[in-house]
């Protein structure tokens, strides 16, 4: 089963509103991460955040996280219509005999123009 | 290289044959991971390496999926009498890791199989 669940499934904003997509996971982790994909194709590595961390901010982005929630959020601030891609969440948990990233089956954001 | 290198970017096989997924990973990362994606559908995980050995292959759908590293770098995954369930796009990722655990992933485009 996915470990990470994004919310909602799909948003769909104006461009220069903020978008919010929620994260949750059920197990321990030691870092949480958000990327990005278009067109269906390889993803982008957005952001991670450690499992010490609250908060954490790249450009527009910033990204929450709740341990004791098992709960991340993604804040998209200033939206443009390039921002339109599906958003993925990924757990990891790495230690020395298991180590991956569990990901979630997205958010579809669409800003329009 | 700069970056994980997938190829093919697209095959299309036919219905029983065997087709053969490579995976160039960034230079010197330790992990690597093998992801299938059905259109519209979130990361299915299948294998995962470390090094040369696979700690975890319980992704995997059937016998009829296997996957190798070599060298600690290059992995080929394989499908054997392919089915038209099998179409989705094979992404390949890999990471580095620190004192403080693995980097995040590095994507390649992946691989579109499509099996008539």
């Known amino acids: 089963s996915q470990q990470g669940e994004e919310d909602p499934q799909a948003l769909s904003i104006q461009e220069g509103e903020n978008a919010t997509m929620n994260c949750s996971y059920k197990?321990?982790?030691?870092?949480l991460q958000w990327y990005r994909q278009n067109s269906g194709r390889g993803l982008v590595h957005l952001i991670l955040i450690r499992s010490n961390e609250r908060e954490k901010h790249s450009g527009r982005l910033r990204v929450t996280l709740d341990t004791s929630k098992k709960s991340s959020s993604l804040l998209i601030t200033a939206s443009r219509a390039a921002d339109t891609a599906s958003y993925f969440c990924?757990?990891?948990?790495?230690?020395?005999?298991?180590?991956?990233?569990?990901f979630g089956d997205g958010t579809t954001l669409t800003v329009k123009p | 290289g700069a970056g994980v290198s997938q190829s093919p970017s697209n095959k299309v096989t036919e219905k029983g044959k065997d087709v053969e997924l490579r995976c160039d990973p960034i230079?010197?990362?330790?992990?690597l991971y093998w992801y299938r994606q059905s259109l519209g559908q979130g990361l299915e995980f299948l294998i995962y390496f470390q090094g040369n050995s696979a700690p975890d292959k319980s992704g995997l759908p059937s016998d009829r999926f296997s996957a190798e590293r070599t060298g600690g770098s290059v992995s080929t995954l394989t499908i054997q009498r392919t089915q038209q369930e099998d179409s989705a796009v094979y992404l390949c990722a890999s990471s580095d890791i620190s004192g403080r655990g693995y980097t995040e992933a590095f994507f390649g485009q992946g691989t579109r199989l499509t099996v008539v």
């Open positions: 197990t321990s982790i030691n870092n």
């Open positions: 990924a757990t990891g948990c790495y230690n020395t005999n298991a180590g991956k990233s569990t």
């Open positions: 230079s010197g990362h330790t992990a």
